[in-house]
C-alpha cells in the first residue's frame, strides 16, 4: 500500500484587464492633483461650497489616471468639471485642462486628437462669450488648450518615426543575418562540390586500376589478388564515408546526389565505367579508370590520373565500383 498526498493546483488568479490598471506615473499625477483640489476646498476662500466642489474636482483629478488609457472619454468628462466647478478658470481644474490637451495630442491618431480639441474650444469658447469674451481669451486659448495639444502632436510624431527606424533597423538586421547564412550556406556547397569532385575522382581510378591488375593475376597469385581485392574494398569504404562527412556541407536538397544509386540487380553500371559489359571481355581496355597508353598486363603507365573527370556533384563515381561476377580464369598458357 503506498501511501500520499493529493496535490491540489491552486487555480489561477485572475489577472485585471490592461484599462483598469493605469500606469505609475499617472497614478501619482492624479494622487497631486487631488490633494490641490482637497487643499483648495479646504483652505481657498473663492470655493464658496466645498463638499460639491471636492466630488466634483477631485473626481476630474481622480480620472486623470486614465487618460492615456480612454483619452477622449477623460478629456469630456474633466472639461464638464472644469465647467461646473471653475467657470472663471481660477482652479486647479484648469491644470487638469492644460494635461489633457496635451494628451489628447501624444496619445490619439486623426481624426480622434482634432475631434478632442475641437470639444476642449467649444467649451471654453461658450463659457467665454457667456463671460463678454475679450481678446486675452484667445491668447489663453492658445497657451492653455492648443499650445499644449500642438506639443502632444509632435511628442506622438516623434515617438511614430523611432518606431518606425527601430522596425527597419530590425529588418535590416535580419536581412543582413539571412543574407550572410545563405553566402555561407552557398560557401559550404562549393567546398563540397570541389572536395566531391576531386577526392572521388582519385579514389576512383586507384580502385579501378587496382581492379584492373586483379583481374590479370592467374590463380598462382591468389595472395597478391586477395591483398588488392582489399584495397578495392577500402577505397570503396573510403567513398561511402566521404559522401556521408560531405553530406554535412551540403544542404539537403543536394545531398541525395551523392548517395549510390541502386537498381534491381543492384548498384548501376553506366556505360563508360568500370565493369559494364565491354570490360568483361578479356584483353580489352577499362574505360574511366586506366588512361593514358597501357603498360604491362593494360595497366595504365601513369597510375591514378585520367584523361576525364568524373562529373560533378552526383557524378556518383564511386557508385559505379560495386564488385563484378568474377570471370573465370584462364591458363595463360593456352
Excluded at 460639491?52 to 483629478?61: K, M, T
Excluded at 553566402?183 to 579501378?208: C, F, K, Q, W, Y
Aim: glycine fraction near 8%; aromatic fraction near 6%; include cysteine.
Amino acid at each position: 500500500m503506498t501511501y500520499g498526498r493529493a496535490v491540489t493546483t491552486a487555480p489561477p488568479v485572475a489577472q485585471a484587464p490592461r484599462w483598469a490598471v493605469p500606469p505609475r506615473l499617472d497614478i501619482a499625477l492624479a494622487g497631486a492633483f487631488l490633494l490641490i483640489v482637497v487643499a483648495e476646498a479646504l483652505f481657498s476662500s473663492d470655493v464658496t461650497d466645498p463638499v460639491p466642489f471636492l466630488a466634483v474636482a477631485g473626481l476630474s483629478a481622480v480620472l486623470l489616471a486614465w487618460r492615456r488609457r480612454f483619452p477622449l472619454g477623460v478629456a469630456v468628462l474633466v472639461t464638464a468639471a472644469n465647467l461646473a466647478v471653475n467657470p472663471d478658470g481660477e482652479f486647479s481644474t484648469l491644470l487638469a485642462m492644460v494635461l489633457v490637451c496635451f494628451t489628447l495630442g501624444s496619445e490619439t491618431s486623426a481624426p480622434r486628437n482634432y475631434i478632442g480639441l475641437l470639444i476642449v474650444l467649444t467649451a471654453f469658447v461658450a463659457v467665454s462669450i457667456r463671460a463678454s469674451f475679450e481678446p486675452s481669451d484667445l491668447a489663453a486659448a492658445l497657451v492653455f488648450y492648443v499650445g499644449p495639444w500642438v506639443l502632444g502632436t509632435v511628442v506622438r510624431a516623434r515617438a511614430v518615426r523611432t518606431e518606425e527606424a527601430v522596425a527597419r533597423a530590425e529588418r535590416l538586421e535580419a536581412e543582413r543575418e539571412a543574407a550572410t547564412a545563405r553566402a555561407a550556406a552557398e560557401e559550404r556547397t562549393r567546398i563540397a562540390r570541389e572536395l566531391h569532385d576531386i577526392v572521388a575522382h582519385s579514389i576512383s581510378v586507384v580502385t579501378i586500376q587496382t581492379q584492373a591488375v586483379r583481374r590479370r593475376l592467374g590463380p598462382e597469385h591468389a595472395a597478391e589478388a586477395a591483398d588488392l581485392a582489399a584495397v578495392e574494398a577500402t577505397a570503396r569504404e573510403a567513398l561511402t564515408e566521404m559522401r556521408r562527412l560531405f553530406g554535412v556541407l551540403r544542404s539537403a536538397d543536394e545531398t541525395a546526389a551523392l548517395a549510390p544509386r541502386t537498381g534491381r540487380a543492384g548498384p548501376t553500371r553506366r556505360s563508360g565505367s568500370f565493369g559494364s559489359d565491354d570490360d568483361r571481355a578479356p584483353g580489352r581496355r577499362r574505360a574511366g579508370g586506366v588512361a593514358g597508353r597501357a603498360g604491362p598486363r593494360g595497366v595504365s603507365d601513369r597510375p591514378g590520373r585520367s584523361d576525364q573527370r568524373p562529373p560533378a556533384l552526383g557524378g556518383n563515381v564511386g557508385a559505379d565500383l560495386a564488385p563484378l561476377p568474377a570471370e573465370p580464369t584462364r591458363d595463360r598458357g593456352a
